[in-house]
């Protein structure tokens, strides 16, 4: 249903199927008792949750270990004033089990930097939402 401000609301589905297409999103979490965004490549996995992959190192990775957080990715075409934003929301968690970490070395995202001492983090997938713009004149 679109409503009158021109926004239409995403089904798990649609959404799911949106979030495949893109190669970027932003992991919104906590450091430091303040809101925090950032940029990521990631991937779903087969039972939808996000995948990213980053080091283990990173402060990202014991800013969310076990906590929840919002993932979020879109896309816009200005020109048309269109696009769409979906939020995953769910707890993260580094993957530890070694035959995952090995299925996902072959299935998962690769990272954009490179790095030695990669880590997988899960985002399970517990609330998705997402609007579609349709198109507003201008």
């Not at 249903?1 to 089904?11: K, N, P, T």
């Not at 800013?63 to 816009?76: K, L, R, S, Y």
């Not at 769910?90 to 090995?102: I, K, Q």
Request: proline fraction near 5%; charged fraction near 25%; glycine fraction near 8%.
């Amino acid at each position: 249903m679109i409503h009158s401000d021109g926004f239409r609301a995403l089904d798990r589905q649609e959404c799911l199927r949106l979030l495949a297409k893109m190669p970027v999103g932003r992991v919104v979490y906590t450091r430091q008792a303040l809101p925090a965004v950032l940029p990521v490549n990631f991937s779903l996995d087969t039972d939808s949750a996000v995948v990213l992959c980053t080091s283990a190192a990173s402060d990202l990775v014991r800013a969310i270990d076990g906590v929840v957080v919002a993932f979020e990715a879109d896309d816009f075409q200005a020109e048309r004033r269109a696009g769409w934003s979906v939020v995953v929301t769910g707890r993260a968690a580094v993957v530890t089990d070694p035959a995952e970490h090995e299925r996902l070395l072959r299935t998962g995202p690769r990272s954009w930097m490179p790095m030695h001492d990669g880590v997988f983090i899960r985002i399970e997938a517990e609330m998705v939402t997402g609007r579609e713009l349709t198109g507003v004149p201008g």
